[in-house]
């Protein structure tokens, strides 16, 4: 199957700092990605869906300002993770599609604010 | 999307068939049913989809009821790597770009 990855695989962070978590579609090209959050124990849950080329679509109770998607090229998507705050460690993960039946998601991020 | 249920919790015994069942009761007749397992601290992977009739790869088989409203993920020689949490997700058909909506998945235990 296809293959998406994502940088870095873990990050520490001092609060208030910002975070770039980059995803990208190795070996197809992703019209659409999709950015997950999942808490320990918890289901993933989506919070925005990104088309390249136009501004990302965030979900009900997901703030914009602080979450920043950026999908320049087919192949990459990033979130930055401003004014990180303890609250924001979690496990990102990112997802793309490209007119398949399948979704391929990413191996994850965890980021812990400290 | 269509809501679905799943045990939160199952065992297998290592080498036997593991049965995942799933209730999509509510499913509307252009759904896929879809199944994506996440191994802990892993991405999800994607496992087998059916519209309406069985399916089989190399991962798994999907049995889908007649009438649509439940299925069955079998992972024919369960193995240790197998232990994951495992998601039944229904959804439109067509295109990658559309979002997978996450229930809380059944957690399956493969015992040596």
């Known amino acids: 199957g296809a293959v998406v990855s994502q940088h870095p695989s873990r990050v520490i962070c001092k609060s208030g700092t910002s975070v770039k978590i980059e995803c990208r579609s190795l070996d197809f090209q992703a019209t659409t990605m999709f950015w997950y959050r999942q808490f320990p124990k918890k289901s993933l849950m989506l919070m925005a869906t990104s088309n390249e080329g136009s501004k990302a679509t965030y979900e009900q109770g997901v703030e914009k300002d602080k979450f920043l998607i950026n999908h320049a090229s087919l192949t990459l998507s990033t979130l930055t993770v401003t004014s990180a705050h303890p609250e924001d460690s979690s496990f990102y993960i990112c997802?793309?599609?490209?007119?398949?039946?399948?979704?391929?998601f990413g191996p994850g991020t965890r980021l812990t604010v400290l | 999307d269509a809501k679905t249920t799943q045990p939160p919790s199952m065992d297998c015994a290592e080498g036997r068939a593991a049965n995942l069942p799933c209730n999509h009761s509510?499913?509307?007749?252009?759904?896929?049913v879809y199944w994506y397992r996440q191994i802990h601290s892993q991405g999800p992977q994607y496992i087998i989809h059916?519209?309406?009739n069985n399916e089989t790869n190399e991962m798994a088989s999907l049995i889908i009821t007649e009438d649509r409203k439940s299925s069955t993920l079998i992972l024919p020689h369960a193995t240790l790597r197998d232990t994951a949490v495992y998601y039944c997700i229904v959804r439109v058909s067509g295109a990658g770009s559309y979002q997978l909506t996450f229930g809380k998945g059944t957690k399956l235990s493969v015992i040596p």
């Open positions: 059916g519209l309406k």
């Open positions: 509510t499913i509307s007749g252009n759904e896929y």
């Open positions: 997802s793309a599609g490209q007119g398949l039946n399948e979704q391929f």
